[in-house]
């Protein structure tokens, strides 16, 4: 099966600055990566997806980037500020005709914005 | 709408214990879905429903059963609950026919097993 591995697990950074976090999936097949944000005690949310036929999504501060022939996918964030602390969560998932899909997560990275 | 709802938001149980986690969604959605999240684990598939009447295992379905038991509704049983078991449980939902996978959650339940 599918499996994605997220780095780092942790980061902080200054306001203002930007934030990057790093995916690797391992099924070639994997065709959708969303990107789920959770602040604290609350339920995941979908920020941003991309489809393998683009190779880069933006959407105001928040962009995500993929590469097919490496299987990797990035979060970027820029202008960081306090609200964007939360649990990042990417995904990787199947999309082929109908059915219903399951989505494979990364283990989460904690970011922290410092005032 | 309400979206997807779960019941309860808090559950202490004893070991050996049985229990039926909730789920319901307003949206119309065909498939339900079931993960628990447990710290540094990201979350993690334990069940899930392509539509009314279907369920299938996910990637940690030992311990667990499920039922779909209309469109609306998926609930998940703990027939003799483990410490092992202690999490947060989300339920999340997607509608069908769009290309892409985009899935609701509820707001979770946080169980403790002791």
């Known amino acids: 099966g599918e499996n994605v591995e997220q780095h780092p697990s942790t980061l902080s950074v200054q306001e203002g600055d930007s934030a990057v976090i790093k995916c690797t999936y391992s099924?070639?097949?994997?065709?959708?990566f969303p990107w789920y944000k959770q602040e604290l005690g609350k339920r995941p949310q979908l920020i941003i997806d991309?489809?393998?036929?683009?190779g880069e999504k933006k959407d105001q501060r928040i962009a995500v980037t993929l590469n097919k022939t490496a299987k990797h996918f990035s979060l970027h964030i820029t202008e960081t500020q306090p609200e964007d602390s939360a649990v990042y969560f990417c995904?990787?998932?199947?999309?082929?005709?109908?059915?219903?899909?399951?989505?494979?997560f990364g283990k989460g990275t904690k970011l922290s914005v410092i005032p | 709408n309400a979206g997807v709802t779960q019941t309860p938001k808090f559950q202490v149980l004893k070991t050996g214990q049985s229990m039926t986690l909730q789920c319901a969604q307003d949206?119309?959605?065909?498939?339900m879905y079931w993960y628990r999240q447990d710290p540094g684990m990201g979350l993690r598939l334990i069940y899930y429903?392509?539509?009314?009447?279907?369920?299938d295992k996910g990637e940690v379905p030992n311990g667990y059963n499920v039922s779909r038991l209309n469109k609306r509704e998926f609930s998940l049983r703990l027939e003799s609950a483990a410490p092992s078991q202690t999490s947060v449980y989300f339920c999340?939902?997607?509608?069908?026919?769009?290309?892409?996978?985009?899935?609701?959650f509820g707001a979770g339940t946080r169980l403790s097993v002791l």
């Open positions: 991309i489809r393998s036929n683009v």
């Open positions: 999340a939902s997607r509608r069908s026919g769009q290309l892409k996978n985009i899935q609701y």
């Open positions: 995904a990787a998932s199947i999309i082929a005709g109908a059915g219903s899909y399951q989505l494979t």
């Open positions: 099924d070639s097949a994997s065709n959708y």
């Open positions: 949206m119309n959605h065909n498939s």
């Open positions: 429903s392509a539509s009314e009447g279907t369920t």
